[in-house]
């Protein structure tokens, strides 16, 4: 498509703006890291395979949302990941400002995984095995569940 027929708004946003280092933006769109960032994939993989050990012990016992809310918060993991290796690299302020990396996107993020491990069910630490229900209601109500 030439530039001629796209709108004014998507070529006033393609040029304007300042440019995006951390490689969040990439990881988003394209789905890639830029080569400084390959060990954050490490990280990712192995977030994701803790994530599903947490509620499986495999995907095969997760459902479909489950699945689809874990790919959600390592998405938004890279994205976070990203940004925090750049501030790390560079500095938390701008001049007499924090960062634009570390603006309110940075803390939507972090929110946002904070509210999907909630929906997931592991915002706290989870006891160790399954918890047998029958006994629990045997033993608090003292009949068979």
């Known amino acids: 498509m030439s530039d001629k027929n ?22 988003m769109v394209k789905g890639e890291l830029p080569e400084n960032r390959k060990h954050v994939l490490r990280y990712l993989t192995a977030a994701r395979e803790n994530l599903i050990r947490d509620l499986g012990p495999t995907e095969e016992d997760l ?14 993991l890279g994205i976070i990941r990203c ?9 938390v302020m701008v001049g007499h400002n924090l960062a634009p990396a570390l603006g309110k996107g940075y803390i939507s993020y972090n929110n946002s995984i904070r ?24 033993e608090k ?4 569940g």
């Open 141 to 144: 109500y003292g009949k068979k």
């Open 83 to 91: 940004i925090e290796e750049h501030i790390r690299e560079n500095s």
């Open 63 to 76: 459902t479909a949302a489950q699945i689809i809310i874990i790919d959600r918060i390592v998405s938004k």
């Open 6 to 27: 796209k709108s004014k708004l998507t070529i006033k946003l393609k040029r304007g703006g300042q440019k995006v280092k951390h490689g969040g933006y990439s990881f």
């Open 115 to 138: 509210l999907d491990l909630r929906e997931l069910g592991i915002d706290k630490r989870q006891a160790d095995g399954v918890p047998d229900i029958q006994a629990y209601v045997k």
